[in-house]
């Protein structure tokens, strides 16, 4: 009886999944990651079949937003993230539907005794799976905690580490749906829905914002203009989580919105002071807050009373000679920076990038390049030739020469000499022209 049992459900079964199959998958919900496939088979459809066998010539649909894997015996064996049908032609099951009839029908054969030896089964699992690849939006992140941020401002000459609090959204997608397949979700039954991953990525994202916001303050970026810097966050999330993330599970961080940070009121006050007295630096702006401070203290004592008055007076000038250092002085020192900081009239740059005064380079040794010869234009250009290489402009004609015959006096405008030398008084007329 079990030889017999045995043989016909071999023969039953090879012949019911003869039949080609043709698999789909509904519209993703945004919180499913993986499904199976589905066979479509309705109430008038003889293709009572396995669910785990797909038949050689099987078509297999795919959409938009979507990636295809067909598994067998717990292997990938193919891929597919192209929209449009897709025919499965390098089954291991056979079909007389598919290919030369003649082999067909051997194939068939050669799988019932297959099939006969394991008691009448398949001795194989093939599945559809299909990977929702679309950009996954809407997850929330928030730390509970204040995460350190490094604040470098080099012209307030500040260094320092703050801790500040970073509220937003994130969105990621699958990139890599072997690689999600192989080490996350597995041989998976139905669904594998987000809410069975979301809460390690989570953990994981925070962990990564340390090393993120390192990196963020490197580049001169304030913690209070984080929200207009989110593509460069993202990125650097990227490159942070792209061990955990990109190389092992296959997803990757499409946006990162900051929605809220905020640093502690000790931190921004702190922040504020130092750029505040890192801005009296500048000479010219410390005399300018003093005389300010002196015309407010002017206008406070003017509106005392009596002897009131001319006591807020005499301490305003107590202040101002306190610290030995008045408004005028203050001045006087940004005036003499400017001067120095302005170059001379007679420098020039050297190719290491000094500027220099002398004939020599102080820093390289390097000789004064000697001017170029040519005449310039009116544009700017030192030409050679007759004309400007820059705006095609004539050489202008040499203006005439002048000198008195008398005494060789030569004027310092050719164009328009004196009428008479101004050394002997000789007239200057055509025969002084050289």
């Not at 292997?75 to 598919?98: H, L, N, R, W």
Request: glycine share 10%.
């Amino acid at each position: 009886m079990g030889l017999i049992k045995a043989i016909s459900g071999a023969v039953t079964g090879v012949l019911a999944d003869q039949w080609k199959e043709y698999f789909y998958c509904e519209a993703i919900p945004a919180d499913v990651l993986a499904v199976r496939g589905k066979k479509r088979v309705s109430g008038r459809s003889t293709n009572k079949g396995n669910d785990n066998i797909i038949s050689n010539g099987s078509i297999i649909a795919v959409a938009d937003g979507q990636c295809m894997l067909i598994v067998e015996q717990g292997k990938v064996v193919d891929v597919c993230a192209e929209p449009g049908e897709y025919t499965y032609d390098m089954s291991t099951e056979p079909s007389i539907f598919t290919g030369n009839l003649g082999d067909s029908i051997v194939e068939v054969f050669k799988e019932v005794c297959k099939r006969f030896t394991f008691g009448g089964e398949p001795p194989k699992d093939q599945r559809v799976y299909y990977f929702n690849t679309k950009e996954l939006i809407g997850n929330k992140y928030g730390t509970p905690s204040p995460v350190p941020f490094r604040v470098v401002d080099e012209r307030a000459g500040i260094d320092i580490d703050i801790a500040i609090k970073c509220f937003g959204e994130y969105s990621y997608k699958v990139s890599n749906p072997l690689l999600f397949y192989t080490n996350v979700c597995g041989n998976v039954t139905s669904d594998y829905n987000r809410s069975q991953i979301d809460s390690q990525l989570k953990s994981e994202l925070l962990t990564a914002l340390q090393p993120a916001f390192a990196k963020i303050s490197a580049m001169g970026i304030r913690y209070s203009a984080l929200p207009g810097h989110t593509t460069e966050l993202a990125n650097v999330l990227n490159d942070e989580l792209s061990e955990k993330w990109r190389d092992l599970r296959g997803i990757e961080i499409v946006s990162f919105g900051v929605n809220s940070v905020k640093a502690s009121e000790e931190d921004e006050a702190m922040i504020k002071e130092m750029q505040k007295n890192a801005a009296y630096k500048d000479p010219g702006l410390a005399a300018a807050t003093l005389v300010g401070a002196q015309a407010s203290a002017m206008q406070s004592a003017a509106s005392n009373e009596g002897a009131g008055a001319a006591m807020a007076f005499m301490g305003m000038g107590m202040a101002q000679n306190a610290g030995g250092v008045s408004a005028q002085n203050l001045y006087g020192m940004a005036a003499q920076q400017q001067a120095a900081a302005a170059p001379a009239a007679d420098s020039w740059t050297c190719s290491c990038g000094a500027v220099v005064t002398g004939n020599f380079c102080h820093e390289c040794g390097a000789k004064k390049p000697a001017p170029a010869a040519g005449w310039t234009c009116s544009c700017g250009t030192v030409n050679k030739g007759k004309f400007c290489t820059e705006c095609g402009a004539k050489k202008p004609a040499d203006a005439p020469k002048y000198k008195c015959d008398k005494c060789g006096w030569e004027p310092s405008d050719p164009n328009n000499p004196p009428k008479f030398c101004p050394e002997c008084g000789d007239p200057f007329d055509e025969g002084d022209l050289q």
